[in-house]
């Protein structure tokens, strides 16, 4: 949930930096444009690399999960094959 918050930050923060940039720019309409079209890209960069970062994070966790239920799967056959024999050993 930090990288969602964190994400939701970034893209408020590249809201409010681009009014203000609107505000403050002493340069001609077109290179001011062009500069906040420049920050805006390099901001979008950066939130894309965190929504990247965040989605391997969640792809790494559940991969990790994913193993460990086969395991515990793997485990229970096992543990259940032993208890067949046994119950079969026991019946002969």
Same mark, same amino acid.
Do not use: C, H, W
């Given at each position: 949930?930090?990288?969602?918050?964190?994400?939701?930050?970034?893209?408020?923060?590249?809201?409010?930096?681009?009014?203000?940039?609107?505000?403050?720019?002493?340069?001609?309409?077109?290179?001011?444009? =062009?500069?906040?079209?420049? =920050?805006?890209?390099?901001?979008?960069?950066?939130?894309?690399?965190?929504?990247?970062?965040?989605?391997?994070?969640?792809?790494?966790?559940?991969?990790?999960?994913? =193993?460990?239920?086969?395991?515990?799967?793997?485990?229970?056959?096992?543990?259940?094959?032993?208890?067949?024999?046994?119950?079969?050993?026991?019946?002969?």
């Amino acid at each position: 949930m930090k990288s969602a918050k964190f994400l939701l930050s970034a893209i408020a923060g590249v809201a409010i930096g681009i009014q203000i940039g609107v505000l403050i720019a002493p340069e001609k309409g077109e290179e001011t444009r =062009k500069r906040l079209s420049k =920050k805006g890209d390099n901001y979008l960069d950066e939130i894309n690399a965190q929504i990247n970062k965040f989605i391997d994070g969640v792809t790494e966790k559940l991969d990790k999960v994913n =193993k460990n239920v086969a395991n515990v799967s793997e485990d229970g056959k096992d543990r259940v094959n032993e208890l067949n024999k046994e119950v079969t050993n026991r019946i002969k």
